[in-house]
């Protein structure tokens, strides 16, 4: 199975200030198509995960601009431009390129 | 709106069954995949297995392979986890998502498996 490890695990960060999470593969994500399947999502206190970024920088409807993500191969970020109250929770990334789809630990942000 | 509303959670005994069922709204449900993800208390996510569009693979995660058996009903819009032989490590909160890169989640249903 491919193991997602992600750093930090916990992140406390000033309101308006920057934050950076880090997620590396076992394996290398890029699939036979040429896409790479990495996905990042946001879980807020007591709510369902939600997809934040697809294929490493794609962001889904809805999400603001302050968030973005990046890398490839098996080296992934997720940044966070200005960090805000509503930002509060755990982000985790996960692979889609091989079966079993495999998460990171998580990554709990929190407003110092 | 996509929504998908899961329920047929519950308590049940160690080596008990129970089946999960999502209901989905607001896409083309026959023609997406769609996925379970489970989540134990305090702990994170962990896939359990994948349907696709019509319904004619399926994937799982060895830890629940030959126990759980995912199916769906495209006439329904309805996405089902038979889950048989449960065991206490099957406790968790169990989602439903559409495809399997869980672009859109449901609340979850909570599965306690204690006797």
């Known amino acids: 199975d491919v193991v997602m490890t992600q750093s930090p695990l916990s992140l406390p960060v000033t309101l308006g200030q920057p934050a950076s999470i880090s997620c590396r593969s076992s394996?290398?994500?890029?699939?036979?198509?040429?896409?790479?399947?990495l996905n990042w999502f946001q879980q807020r206190p007591g709510q369902s995960p939600r997809r934040l970024i697809y294929g490493v920088s794609n962001r889904d409807s809805g999400v603001p601009d302050r968030f973005s993500g990046s890398g490839s191969g098996t080296d992934f970020t997720l940044k966070i431009d200005r960090v805000e109250a509503e930002d509060v929770g755990v982000y985790y990334c996960?692979?889609?390129?091989?079966?079993?789809?495999?998460f990171g630990q998580g990554t709990k942000l929190e407003i110092k | 709106e996509v929504q998908l509303l899961e329920s047929g959670g519950g308590l049940v005994q160690p080596g008990g069954s129970l089946r999960l069922s999502c209901a989905a709204s607001?896409?083309?449900?026959?023609?997406?995949?769609m996925s379970w993800v489970r989540q134990t208390p305090g702990k994170g996510l962990e896939w359990v297995s994948t349907?696709?569009?019509?319904?004619?693979?399926?994937y799982y995660a060895d830890s629940v392979k030959g126990r759980f058996t995912i199916s769906r009903d495209n006439s329904k819009s309805t996405l089902y986890l038979q889950m048989n032989s449960l065991r206490a490590e099957d406790t968790a909160v169990y989602y439903c998502?559409?495809?399997?890169?869980?672009?859109?989640w449901g609340q979850g249903t909570l599965v306690t498996v204690s006797s």
């Open positions: 349907i696709t569009d019509s319904g004619g693979r399926t």
């Open positions: 998502a559409k495809t399997s890169h869980f672009q859109f």
């Open positions: 996960m692979q889609g390129s091989h079966w079993p789809r495999t």
């Open positions: 607001g896409f083309t449900f026959s023609s997406s995949a």
């Open positions: 394996q290398s994500l890029v699939y036979s198509d040429g896409n790479t399947y």
